[in-house]
């Protein structure tokens, strides 16, 4: 079976723009979450989905949004890029509570 | 305040070696406890995962060993080989609806001299 995929692999950006990145879940996977993680750190948690209701938010301002789609999949926005929102950005899709991570999107703020 | 705290920062060992890397947890509502292992350039892969009730778990060359009282759990990789140089993350995350909201330590890179 397919895992997680992420899409772009990799992201340049300017200040100031907005960048969308996009989740499939493994199939059968209902529930969604991002992850943000600054090299050199552990994921921190941005947000969880399930059967496109936001089931939790972390500690990041509102230029952040997500949402779900109908088939699961789930895109990551972030409006008004800033210099430090530069990481790796993390997909996990979930079915019975255990998380596996998808291969990232490295986004790059200049 | 939810924070799991992670060490050592960084683990050199001979190949065949153990290592160990320790966490400790402060919110006692915690009862799910995995490990990840992730590669340069990849994403977090689940190793092993731990529930509070059982103070040991071990698949293959990982265990994990928990402390309830303490608030703190370990992973002990037996037999390290290069293969394992990696950097290792512990979680910690409530249950509640189906999935959970993981959070991390800080992260050790491995490293298994051959």
């Known amino acids: 079976d397919a895992g997680v995929t992420q899409s772009p692999t990799h992201l340049i950006k300017t200040r100031g723009q907005q960048v969308t990145l996009r989740c499939s879940p493994i199939?059968?996977?209902?529930?969604v979450s991002w992850y943000q993680q600054v090299l050199g750190q552990g994921p921190q948690f941005i947000f969880q989905?399930?059967?496109?209701?936001?089931?939790g938010r972390g500690n990041f301002p509102d230029r952040f949004s997500a949402r779900q789609f109908p088939n699961y999949s789930s895109e990551l926005n972030v409006n008004a890029l800033l210099l430090g929102d530069s990481a790796l950005y993390l997909c996990?899709?979930?079915?019975?509570?255990?998380?596996?991570f998808g291969p990232g999107t490295r986004l790059t703020v200049t | 305040q939810q924070q799991v705290k992670q060490s050592p920062q960084s683990l050199i060992v001979q190949k065949g070696g153990i290592s160990i890397i320790n966490c400790a947890y402060e919110?006692?509502?915690?009862?799910?406890f995995p490990w990840y292992q992730q590669f340069p350039g990849k994403g977090p892969a689940l190793l092993i995962a731990?529930?509070?009730?059982?103070s040991e778990k071990k698949e293959g060359r990982f265990t994990i060993s928990f402390n309830k009282s303490a608030k703190q759990f370990s992973l002990h990789i037996m037999d390290s080989q290069p293969g394992d140089s990696a950097t290792y993350f512990c979680?910690?995350?409530?249950?509640?609806?189906?999935?959970?909201?993981?959070?991390f330590g800080s992260g050790t890179q491995l490293t298994v001299l051959p």
């Open positions: 996990a899709s979930s079915l019975r509570g255990e998380q596996y």
């Open positions: 199939s059968g996977h209902k529930s």
């Open positions: 989905y399930y059967e496109k209701e936001e089931r």
């Open positions: 919110n006692t509502a915690f009862d799910y």
């Open positions: 731990i529930r509070p009730d059982v």
């Open positions: 979680a910690a995350s409530i249950s509640g609806g189906s999935a959970r909201q993981l959070t």
